[in-house]
T-cell receptor, first 117, second 110 residues
Framework: GAVVSQHPSRVICKSGTSVKIECRSL??????MFWYRQFPKQSLMLMAT?????????EQGVEKDKFLINHASLTLSTLTVTSAHPEDSSFYIC?????????????FGQGTRLTVV | RKEVEQDPGPFNVPEGATVAFNCTYS??????FFWYRQDCRKELKLLMS???SGNEDGRFTAQLNRASQYISLLIRDSKLSDSATYLC???????????FGQGTTLQVKP
């Protein structure tokens, strides 16, 4: 099956710094990828839809200037948390679908545990 | 009302028990449905898709009732390794944007 790789799996950073998270589709081309965030004991919430070659679509309440998304190629989307604060500490996970396998299953990256100190 | 609702549990069951999880969704036009498993390390894995006709994969059985907007997951003969959080996931428009339930935590005890 399709594989989505996310890196890093865990990162600790200081307040005010920026952190970049990468999401790669390893054996298929993904024109669209999705970024989710999960706070402790809460469900995953969609943050934004990353579109290859165009601007990302952000969900209501998600600051586009704080969470920069770049989808420059068909196999890579990046999420940059800019000027991170402790309240940004969360689990971030990306997903993508393989168009060749129909419009059903979404494949998830391994997730990134971000801790801002 | 949440778009996808699950009983968060936890469900504490002995090995060999049968356990059922329920999930309701609010968007009657939702297209596809899934159960995902999330372990303590947070990696998500697809457990099974859910079809109107119901589907079974070994010890796992999923059911969908569109009229009641209700999804279920039945686990038979529980194993210790089944301990995890089970997420009910709905794809409301077949675009890949998924709506997640809060998850139901299962703890299987020896």
């Amino acid at each position: 099956g399709a594989v989505v790789s996310q890196h890093p799996s865990r990162v600790i950073c200081k307040s005010g710094t920026s952190v970049k998270i990468e999401c790669r589709s390893l054996d298929f081309q993904a024109t669209t990828m999705f970024w989710y965030r999960q706070f402790p004991k809460q469900s995953l919430m969609l943050m934004a839809t990353s579109n290859e070659g165009s601007k990302a679509t952000y969900e209501q309440g998600v600051e586009k200037d704080k969470f920069l998304i770049n989808h420059a190629s068909l196999t890579l989307s990046t999420l940059t948390v800019t000027s991170a604060h402790p309240e940004d500490s969360s689990f971030y996970i990306c997903s993508a679908r393989d168009p060749a396998e129909g419009n059903t299953e979404a494949f998830f990256g391994q997730g990134t545990r971000l801790t801002v100190v | 009302r949440k778009e996808v609702e699950q009983d968060p549990g936890p469900f504490n069951v002995p090995e060999g028990a049968t356990v059922a999880f329920n999930c309701t969704y609010s968007n009657s036009a939702s297209q596809s449905f899934f159960w995902y498993r999330q372990d303590c390390r947070k990696e998500l894995k697809l457990l099974m898709s859910v079809y109107s006709s119901g589907n079974e994969d070994g010890r796992f059985t999923a059911q969908l009732n569109r009229a009641s907007q209700y999804i279920s997951l039945l686990i038979r003969d529980s194993k210790l390794s089944d301990s995890a959080t089970y997420l009910c996931v709905v794809n409301p428009s077949n675009t890949g944007k998924l709506i997640f339930g809060q998850g139901t935590t299962l703890q299987v005890k020896p």
